[in-house]
């Protein structure tokens, strides 16, 4: 029978706490139909009846002594113990826990005693227990135990101890360990020998002794010292260690090594090592030789020897003797010899016939010279050569230099005009000549004989001989009928000029010609003439038909094309009729009214004249198109259309198409373009049309021009253009152009090439070959090739320099080397004084190029160097897209590219029908497929199937479209639209992406790199083209302009080296290798591509080197002697210094050098010295760098977004970091659970006992997991990043450690991380910490770090240390070096970067020495004598003390200085304890952990421990449990459990 009991606990305020709920089996009571009970059976001896025997059924119908009989327990130990024999494990095997003395061994009981610790079984294995009535039992097995032998050693020996007292002793002996040899300790008590039986085949036993033997310390050095040897190594080592002896100095080993020491009882070693050390030899020579001496003796001798030295030959000076000390196989000079050079003063002994000696003269012994030739003569052969000083100064020329007179057949270099150098070419050096003037020309100014004096390129005009050319005023000999020579005139011998026909007359066609002045006259020998005008439109004679009159009776006009021909008349339609000139008689002509009149086209009707007779007006007529019907003369028709076209035709008709309805199906009219008009039909909707009017149009192509039509669409009529053909320029709209011809624009290069102008005199195409080259700054011209040049001062011989770079040579005025070269247009560029200057050519400023302009369009030279030519290109002007090399380029204008956010905002695709520039407002939504519809400069009315019919609006919304894959229901999705990507969605819209450089290829054109910084369809037009490194620019929507500043890539790191600045004339990234390093005012110099040779002033002349090797410039600002400074040199910046180098710091951020937006500069470290190590460090939330260029930014939206899956039990995923991809961050279930959303939690799907328990873990963020199909068993888990120990059926104790997930951000900007509360309740509290040196932390963010160097100890330590305080102005982590010292007041005075010289007052001029020496300062408060006192210097605090040092003491829990512990301990939550405050216990700070967490550390913070057992052990104890906490951790709580 079971019956159930309640018992409810009650408390005092009448409810129940608890309920135990007890089920008890009563027996029934004996009958043969239940079977028998024990009650009343007997037991045997050795057993007792169980209890409640009348409870106990039996199995059968008698019961047994099994069933009803328990054995009896002796609770008592034997009544005949063996010794040494242990009981313990004959009480533990029925029921005891091991230690518990419960004796419950029952009667026939069987156990294996064992023995003592010390002793082993001597016999017997196991007995059997007879109980007594007193509940004892007796040993029978007649065990035995016996001492164990102690052969193995101690377990843990003591180092250093002799135990061979101790190992032959058994259990119980005693013994007294000892030192080893060369050991000493406390004489060591004795002890009594315990085996352990730890070990085999002896026993180990434990040393109890005490005894601690240390090392005996060698002081004294070896007994037996070798010879030369060193020991200083092994002096204070004791026994054992190991020591290497070495050799005296100037001696080497030869043989011995390391040793290990053997003290000697007197504190002595003995040198073990064999060491022998030998003489050095000295064959290597001195370290620091005297200039020229002879160390031949001393080479060959070793340590200990004495030597001379003497002087070498072509030297003078005394010898003096010394001993060799030879270290490393070289030995020092300590004899104090000089010798000095000979010096050669009275030239070469034997001096070669037109050698210059005088770069030798002066010079001395191993000086070095080369004789060069004296003008007039070249070298054959030679070359530089040492001196070699002989008796009384002279030398010998050992170059074996052999120079030759110089030949003078290259002519003068200098050559004046009109002087004939016959008689001089033929000389040579020496030789003598006079110059006489060519014939043409006359002597000016009487001239001289001069004496040749030739050099390689030819010898100097000095006769001062000057003729002047003959002038010719009289005009031609043979002049010619109607020309005029008027401009030939007062020309002198060599001018040209070119006559023109008289008035009235012109030359026959292709006829030029051009005069030279020779010799007082010239003749006109071309043969060309000049022949009356005949203009045969306008001339009435008998003999000739009046073209004017015949062409006007047609109503055509008259044109003769050359006045020098005969019946080359033609009459010529004019406009609008059109027809082809007729030769001396009336044109055909024609008149097209339709071409007039556009009424017809602008209703979607054609027009049509019946008869083109210029004089059959008024009568064409609009026609309708086919099957409409319907006709107006001279005006639109009425038309009449048929099905749906008689509702919708004036959609059509009102852009100037017609309407057509195919079928009889409803919704599929169309709209046409008409012709001439061309497109395709559009379905409900009007068509894109166009209509190029070239394609019809014969005007130009007869005049052999080319036809060009701006604007195609429908609207755009009669803008047809006529260009000239190349390379002739001219356009007119509607007509033939004016041509015009330069001949410039295609020879300008053969005179730019050698410095000189083009001009062409007559642009008329008919007039070729008339070009002149023109020179520029000099008297010359030429037809059709370059000029020969009469060049003037300096430019005489370097004109050259220029001219080869097609430059112009200038020399302003009679000073010397003031010439200089200058840029001749089109080229511009700044002139550069003798030297070429640095030019540019930008073709588009070339006439040739204004066909860009002329069609609109921008024209742009890509390379601006002269060299550099036709490769400029035509591009279209925005937004129209498209460029060409060389010519206009074919614009084209897809207006999409700003109208697709329109038709994508709503899942609709756009396209441009005509992507032409001049048609606009053509473009559409289409409806993507399957959808149907289209409308254009809007969004079109989509018509959807199936479930996207009422759920299409959830897609198109997001800018979407909606696609029904299947008559099963739940299966429509949401798609991407073109040109965006991404994953189509079931029942819901999706995430989109859109990279707008996938559909514009304009930075691929410029050969840029495309950037779209935020792929999000809503956001268009932000694309970005950014110029390729080294070059710098970024443009957003179109290509970039680059900049090459070629002094952030090369010339900076040149120029500052020498403390000169850099500077680049132009940035263009065509324009390279054109940096100028310049000296820094008032120093003057500069140079291209290198150091400038700096001219300094005043005190910088001896001492600028101390500021240019530091690269620093220097200047002196007065006349005061040591006043002159040094001072950083842009884009350096810092303190200047007098008379030593400046504080200087280069921020390379601040130099140019450019980062992405979303990017910041960090240049890590700013010394001048360090370049190139500036760092594009990603913006947070994106993590990245990367040193010297942009970074690759990756951005972890869970990094932002992750708590809110992790406060779901979630875990955060995002499938795309990139910096644009934003908003696509998921939670997923963690499995086995399914399920996941974007951007927000997800609702999941558990399975078993989760599905009723799940909400238990996941309200804390974590998981529910279920592992096997039994009841009961469901777990919390902790979800990644947390960690900890799953709990079943209730929460895990997770930790959360936040750093785990935001360590990338901090580790990003070199930071480290920490979490200083990892509950996964508290988030937001991690921190960035900044890495030492440098301090700052911030909150869930990077910290802005300071670097305070005066909280260096080195840099503090050198202001405390001289009583002054250190201050650090600028705490940047990259700006340092300026930290200063500064006086303690009243004292005044600071210094940079050490301690300052302080000025003290009073009585603390003589005494300040006594407080700063102990780092403190001197103040005299008053002005009475023997008052002044030391006082501390802050941090440190304490009473000043007058005539002696203060009592000084700092708490570094309190202060803040280098040693000081500032915030280690409170960042922490630990206190800071200083125990000592003086001021001579630095460092000695401790961090304690707050109880009930344990430890504490020295200088740093402390490791803390909790136990949470030390406070819960009570609650497992209390049922018999142990406790045991996993992890000690301060931050690991809640983790205790009881086992």
């Known amino acids: 029978l079971k019956l159930q009991f309640l018992y409810f606990i009650g408390e005092g305020g009448g409810s129940f706490t608890n309920e135990m709920r007890l089920f008890v089996l009563l027996s029934c009571a004996v009958s043969s139909a239940y079977g028998v009970t024990c009650t009343g059976f007997a037991c045997p001896i050795g057993r007792s009846t169980v209890a409640n025997p009348g409870s106990v059924m039996c199995g059968g119908a008698i019961c047994g002594v099994s069933e009803c009989c328990t054995r009896n327990t002796c609770a008592g130990g034997p009544t005949n113990p063996a010794p040494q024999a242990d009981y313990a494990r004959c009480r533990s095997q029925y029921g005891c826990k091991t230690g518990v003395a419960c004796n419950l061994l029952s009667t026939d009981g069987i156990c294996d005693t064992g023995c003592l610790d010390g002793y082993s079984k001597a016999a017997g294995s196991s007995f059997t227990l007879t109980c007594s009535a007193a509940g004892t039992y007796t040993d029978l097995s007649s065990t035995g135990c016996s001492p164990n032998a102690c052969l193995s050693g101690p377990f843990t020996p003591a180092s250093n101890v002799d135990y061979s007292a101790c190992n032959n002793l058994t259990t119980g002996g005693v013994c007294t360990p000892s030192c080893e040899p060369g050991y000493s300790g406390a004489a060591p008590s004795s002890f009594a020998v315990i085996c352990t039986g730890l070990a085999g085949p002896g026993f180990n036993y434990a040393d109890v002794s005490g005894i601690s033997c240390n090392a005996i310390q060698c002081t004294t050095g070896p007994s037996n010292p070798a010879a030369n040897v060193m020991y200083g190594s092994c002096v204070g080592q004791r026994t054992g260690s190991l020591c290497a002896p070495t050799c005296s100095e100037g001696y080497t080993m030869v043989t011995g090594s390391s040793f290990f020491i053997v003290c000697l009882p007197t504190g002595s070693f003995v040198d073990s090592s064999s060491t022998t050390c030998s003489p050095s030899s000295c064959a290597s020579g001195p370290t620091t030789a005297v200039a020229a001496a002879d160390y031949t003796s001393c080479n060959a001798l070793a340590t200990a020897s004495t030597c001379s030295v003497s002087c070498r030959n072509g030297y003078e000076g005394s010898g003096v003797a010394f001993t060799l000390l030879c270290i490393g196989r070289r030995y020092t000079d300590s004899s104090g010899a000089v010798c000095s050079p000979r010096q050669c003063t009275s030239g070469p002994v034997a001096p070669s016939l037109g050698v210059d000696y005088r770069t030798c003269t002066s010079l001395s012994t191993g000086g070095t010279c080369s004789p060069t030739c004296l003008p007039g003569y070249q070298k054959a052969s030679g070359n530089s050569f040492v001196l070699q000083c002989a008796v009384g100064g002279v030398y010998i020329d050992s170059s074996s230099t052999v120079c030759t007179r110089i030949g003078c057949m290259n002519g003068p270099t200098n050559a004046q005009k009109g002087v004939d150098y016959t008689s001089c070419n033929a000389l040579s050096t020496g030789g003598v000549c006079n110059p006489t003037c060519l014939s043409g020309y006359s002597q000016a100014v009487q001239g001289a004989s001069f004496t040749v004096l030739c050099s390689i390129s030819g010898y100097i005009d000095q006769s001062g001989l000057t003729c002047r050319g003959n002038t010719c005023v009289a005009g031609p000999t043979n002049p010619s009928t109607g020309v005029s020579y008027s401009s030939c005139t007062s020309l002198v011998t060599g001018d040209t000029c070119r006559p023109t026909c008289l008035a009235g007359h012109v030359k026959l066609k292709g006829q030029d010609f051009t005069l030279t002045c020779l010799n007082n006259m010239f003749s006109d020998s071309s043969g060309v003439a000049c022949v009356q005008e005949f203009d045969e439109c306008t001339t009435v004679c008998a003999a000739c038909p009046n073209g004017t009159s015949i062409c006007s009776g047609s109503g055509q006009a008259c044109h003769d094309p050359d006045f020098t021909a005969r019946g080359d008349w033609t009459c010529t339609c004019v406009l609008p009729s059109k027809g082809s000139p007729g030769t001396t008689s009336p044109a055909q002509c024609t008149h097209n009214e ?75 009219w169309q709209c046409l373009c008409v012709s001439p008009l061309t497109g395709v039909a559009a379905t409900r909707s009007p068509a894109s049309c166009s209509h190029n009017e070239c394609t019809s149009n014969t005007v130009c192509a007869n005049a052999a021009q080319q036809c060009y039509d701006p604007d195609t669409s429908s609207r755009s009529l009669n803008d047809w253009q006529c260009l000239c053909a190349p390379p002739m320029t001219g356009l007119q709209t509607g007509a033939v152009a004016t041509c015009t011809l330069n001949e410039c624009d295609t020879h300008i290069r053969t005179c730019a090439a050698v410095g000189q102008t083009c001009l062409d005199q007559n642009t008329d195409p008919a007039s070729k070959d008339d070009w002149l080259c023109l020179c520029v700054n000099a008297v010359g011209s030429a037809v059709g090739t370059p000029a020969t040049c009469e060049h003037n001062g300096e430019c005489v011989p370097y004109s050259s320099v220029c001219t080869s770079r097609g430059q112009a040579c200038l020399d302003p005025s009679i000073s010397s080397s003031d010439w200089r070269c200058e840029c001749i247009p089109p080229q511009v560029g700044t002139p550069r004084q003798a030297a070429p200057a640095s030019c540019t050519y930008d073709e588009c400023n070339n006439p040739v190029t204004s066909i860009c302009s002329e069609n609109n369009q921008f024209c742009n030279d890509p390379d601006t160097s002269p060299a550099s030519t036709d490769d400029w290109t035509c591009s279209c002007k925005a937004p129209s897209i498209g460029s060409k090399k060389g010519g206009a380029a074919q614009c084209v204008l897809d207006e999409c590219g700003a109208n697709r956010a329109t038709c994508s905002a709503v899942g609709q695709i756009c396209t441009d029908r005509n992507t032409a520039a001049a048609s606009v407002g053509d473009w559409e939504c289409s409806c993507a497929t399957p959808g149907t519809g289209a409308a254009i400069a809007k969004p079109a009315s989509c018509t959807f199937g199936g479930e996207c019919v009422p759920y299409s609006s959830v897609c198109t919304s997001e800018g979407q479209n909606c696609v029904d894959l299947s008559a099963a229901i739940g299966d429509w999705q949401c798609q991407c639209v073109p040109p965006q990507t991404g994953t189509s969605a079931t029942a819901g819209p999706t995430v989109c992406v859109l990279d707008e450089c996938s559909i514009y290829n304009t930075c691929q054109q410029a050969n840029q790199v495309c950037d779209d910084p935020n792929l999000s369809p809503g956001s268009q037009g932000d694309w970005r083209c950014s110029c390729r490194p080294p070059s710098v620019g970024v443009a957003v929507g179109t290509a970039a302009t680059c900049v090459l500043d070629e002094c952030i890539t090369t010339g900076n790191v040149i120029c500052n080296s020498k403390g000169q600045l850099c500077s680049d004339p132009d940035t263009s990234p065509e324009i390279l290798n054109d940096w100028v390093c310049s000296c820094v005012n008032p120093a003057v110099g500069s140079a291209v591509l290198g150091i400038a040779t700096c001219v300094e002033t005043g005190e910088c002349v001896p001492y600028s080197s101390v500021c240019t090797n530091q690269g620093q410039a220097c200047s002196d600002p007065s006349t005061n002697s040591d006043d002159w400074i040094c001072a950083c040199v842009s884009p350096a910046d810092g303190v200047s210094q007098v008379g030593k180098p400046a504080v200087c710091v280069l921020d390379e951020c601040t130099t140019g050098v450019r980062c992405p937006d979303g990017q910041q500069c960090l240049d890590p470290d700013v010394r001048p010295q360090s370049t190139g190590d500036w760092e594009c460090v990603c913006n947070a939330p994106s993590i990245g760098k990367l040193r010297g260029g942009a970074a690759s930014c990756m951005l972890d939206e869970c990094m932002t977004r992750g708590s809110i899956c992790l406060s779901a039990g979630q875990e955060c995923h995002d499938p795309n970091t990139g910096t644009a991809n934003v908003g696509d961050w998921m939670c997923r279930c963690v499995a086995p659970a399914n399920g996941s959303a974007v951007t927000a939690a997800a609702q999941c799907t558990f399975n078993g006992e989760c599905a009723a328990y799940q909400s238990q873990c996941t309200k804390l963020g974590q998981t529910c997991v279920d592992p096997t199909t039994t009841f009961d068993d469901w777990e919390c888990r902790c979800v990644t990043p947390q960690t900890g120990t799953p709990a079943t059926m209730r929460p895990a104790a997770c930790v959360f450690d936040e750093c785990l997930v935001y360590s990338r951000m901090c580790e990003g900007k070199g930071q480290t991380c920490f979490d200083p509360n990892t509950s996964p309740s508290l988030t937001g509290d991690w921190e960035c910490r900044c890495p030492p040196p440098t301090t700052g932390s911030a909150i869930a963010a990077t910290a802005l770090c300071v670097f305070d160097e005066c909280m260096s100890l080195n840099i503090s330590s050198t202001c405390s240390g001289a009583g002054q305080t250190c201050h650090d102005p600028q705490t940047a982590v990259n700006s340092i070096n300026d930290w200063t010292c500064n006086c ?17 007052d009073g009585e603390c001029l003589a005494n300040s020495g006594i407080c700063t020496a102990v780092g403190q300062t001197c103040v005299d408060p008053f002005p009475t004598v023997d008052d002044w006192q030391c006082a501390c210097v802050a941090p440190a605090v304490g009473r000043a003390t007058t005539r002696s040092p203060a009592q000084c003491e700092i708490d570094e829990c309190k202060s803040r200085c280098p040693t000081c512990a500032s915030t280690a301990c409170s960042d922490v939550g630990q206190t800071c304890t200083d125990p000592d405050t003086s001021y001579s216990s630095l460092g000695d700070w401790t961090c304690s952990c707050i109880a009930p967490s344990t430890g504490k550390a020295r200088g740093r913070a402390a490791s803390c421990a909790r136990d949470e057992c030390s406070t819960n052990v009570q609650i497992c104890a209390a049922v018999g449990q142990v406790c045991m906490d996993p992890n000690k951790s301060d931050k690991s709580l809640d983790d205790w459990k009881c086992m």
Do not use: K, R
């Not at 600071?1390 to 300052?1396: D, K, L, R, T």
């Open 594 to 668: 339709c071409e007039t009149f556009s009424i017809c086209s602008q209703v979607g009707q054609t027009c049509t004249d019946p008869n083109m007779s210029p004089q059959s007006l008024g009568d064409w007529y609009c026609s309708c198109i086919s099957p409409a019907v319907g006709t107006g003369v001279a005006t639109a028709a009425t038309c009449t259309f048929q099905g749906e076209c008689l509702q919708y035709s004036s959609t059509c008709t009102s852009q100037g198409q017609t309407c057509h309805d195919p079928t009889a199906q409803s919704d599929d």
């Open 1384 to 1400: 303690v007041a009243p004292a005044v005075g600071s210094s940079i970067g050490a301690s300052a010289v302080c000025v003290y």
